[in-house]
């Protein structure tokens, strides 16, 4: 994502994208990698009380402090862009870690309880072999629309591909007409937003920057 080199067909090489239009990126690597190997983690962290999440809620504390303390970073301007897990990851860690003003979820908000649960839905995670998704009582506590409602009242955005195989777009919507009325019910309707694009699972790149530049208060080039 960061290497412009390399023309990844998810990411588009969107890291360095923004950072020719002025912004400072950072692209860490998240323990969700190596297939089944970080799966192997989570079941052991189980037993303790601890989910990935633990792990990566943390590193990204560490990170945000470190970038916060750098001479060319403004701390108050630190933003969340994640797609896929990464998106999972927008809806969560922003939650968790105050250094984050804003968080843009591309390609993973969901109705999050029929992903994990439905056995007639051919997306859902029954039907996958990622078993690390179900999350413990997560039927009785968030879907994504509350997880966004602590975001709040920081920005929040959706990127969200019309052939996005995640989910069709009517549960994406569904869902994230929760978000938007919160917002809106609060006065803050200015600061969430929803971009479908004709695509598939990837960065689009378009309503995200310019959100960003709004939210950031970022010239565009």
């Given at each position: 994502?960061?290497?412009?080199?390399?023309?990844?067909?998810?990411?588009?090489?969107?890291?360095?994208?923004?950072?020719?239009?002025?912004?400072?990126?950072?692209?860490?690597?998240?323990?969700?990698?190596?297939?089944?190997?970080?799966?192997?983690?989570?079941?052991?962290?189980?037993?303790?009380?601890?989910?990935?999440?633990?792990?990566?809620?943390?590193?990204?504390?560490?990170?945000?402090?470190?970038?916060?303390?750098?001479?060319?970073?403004?701390?108050?301007?630190?933003?969340?862009?994640?797609?896929?897990?990464?998106?999972?990851?927008?809806?969560?860690?922003?939650?968790?870690?105050?250094?984050?003003?804003?968080?843009?979820?591309s390609a993973d908000f969901n109705e999050w309880i029929w992903k994990n649960v439905s056995a007639r839905a051919p997306y859902s995670y029954l039907?996958?072999?990622?078993?690390?998704?179900?999350?413990?009582?997560?039927?009785?506590?968030?879907?994504?629309?509350?997880l966004s409602w602590l975001i709040c009242p920081r920005p929040f955005m959706v990127e969200r591909g019309h052939d996005d195989g995640v989910a069709p777009d009517e549960w994406v919507a569904y869902e994230y007409a929760k978000t938007r009325r919160h917002y809106v019910k609060l006065g803050l309707g200015e600061r969430t937003e929803i971009e479908f694009f004709d695509g598939p699972h990837t960065i689009h790149g378009v309503g995200t920057f310019e959100f960003l530049h709004r939210h950031l208060i970022w010239p565009k080039p």
């Open positions: 994502m960061a290497d412009p080199r390399v023309e990844n067909p998810a990411y588009h090489r969107f890291a360095f994208r923004l950072a020719e239009r002025g912004f400072v990126t950072f692209a860490p690597q998240n323990p969700y990698i190596g297939g089944t190997r970080f799966r192997q983690v989570l079941r052991k962290a189980q037993p303790l009380g601890l989910t990935l999440w633990s792990f990566i809620v943390r590193q990204h504390e560490v990170i945000t402090d470190w970038l916060a303390a750098q001479p060319f970073v403004d701390p108050r301007r630190l933003a969340f862009y994640g797609l896929s897990y990464g998106g999972k990851t927008a809806m969560r860690v922003p939650v968790l870690v105050d250094h984050y003003c804003l968080s843009i979820c039907w996958t072999g990622e078993y690390d998704m179900p999350e413990f009582n997560l039927g009785n506590t968030f879907n994504y629309a509350e």
